[in-house]
């Protein structure tokens, strides 16, 4: 059973980087065939993805935040990471990080597991 | 990219029916199978149900389907249960992009 779960601060400054580590166990993200993808929910709110990572290094960004995510992986460890640089209120949310799978299409196209979720909350 | 667009709330008693719609574009849900439906109890993490339209995960009820026509996708829960409670979002994956829906609040009564 694959388990992903977040880790890093609950409070981030305006203007600094919000920082975040998922770490998944159960499964190796270096044996591919999967996406590790991270995904937001503001207070109160709906779902907002943000980006996703390949084991070997590629990733893609919602355009709406491109120019402030970068996602990385530390396959070594097992884990992937989330940056999100110049955080505002705005950036308070639920921060999810998720496997994306494949079904009958075989095309990377679901999110199947899902972490508990961190709390972030930007403030001074 | 646009959000889906879902009934904010529906509401059903036990035993009944009830089915939740999320439209969107020919870019999105009417232009590919890869919409997945996720439910959401509170304070907990969304949870599939459906993927690829019509596709259920092992371990989710048969209670639970999904369909499509043309730009927007349905899911149908048949036989409420009171655990059936929960916020329910649609999503659609295209162009390596993904778009989720608003989310509608169900309320079983």
């Known amino acids: 059973q694959v388990q992903l779960q977040e880790s890093g601060p609950g409070l981030v400054k305006p203007s600094q980087t919000l920082s975040l580590t998922c770490t998944v166990s159960?499964?190796?993200?270096?044996?591919?065939?999967?996406?590790w993808s991270w995904i937001r929910q503001h207070p109160g709110k709906g779902l907002e993805w943000i980006g996703y990572?390949?084991?070997?290094?590629?990733?893609y960004y919602n355009p709406s935040l491109k120019s402030r995510v970068t996602i990385s992986v530390d396959t070594s460890k097992n884990q992937f990471s989330l940056k999100l640089s110049s955080v505002t209120a705005a950036d308070t949310a639920v921060y999810y990080c998720?496997?994306?799978?494949?079904?009958?299409?075989?095309?990377?196209?679901?999110?199947?597991?899902w972490g508990q979720g961190t709390l972030v909350t930007v403030s001074s | 990219q646009s959000a889906l667009t879902q009934p904010a709330s529906v509401s059903g008693s036990p035993g009944q029916s009830i089915t939740i719609s999320c439209t969107g574009t020919?870019?999105?849900?009417?232009?590919?199978?890869?919409v997945s439906w996720y439910q959401q109890h509170p304070g907990k993490a969304p949870k599939l149900m459906i993927y690829?339209?019509?596709n259920r995960p092992s371990g989710v009820s048969n209670r639970f389907s999904g369909s499509k026509s043309g730009n927007t996708a349905s899911l149908t829960i048949s036989g409420l249960q009171a655990e059936d409670e929960a916020d329910y979002y649609c999503?659609?994956?295209?162009?390596?992009?993904?778009?989720f829906g608003g989310g509608t609040k169900l309320t079983v009564l």
């Open positions: 990572i390949y084991y070997s290094g590629s990733t």
């Open positions: 020919s870019s999105d849900v009417g232009g590919y199978n890869y």
């Open positions: 998720a496997r994306v799978g494949s079904g009958y299409y075989f095309s990377l196209n679901y999110f199947d597991y």
């Open positions: 159960g499964g190796s993200i270096s044996s591919g065939g999967y996406y």
């Open positions: 999503s659609s994956y295209t162009s390596s992009a993904w778009v």
């Open positions: 690829e339209v019509s």
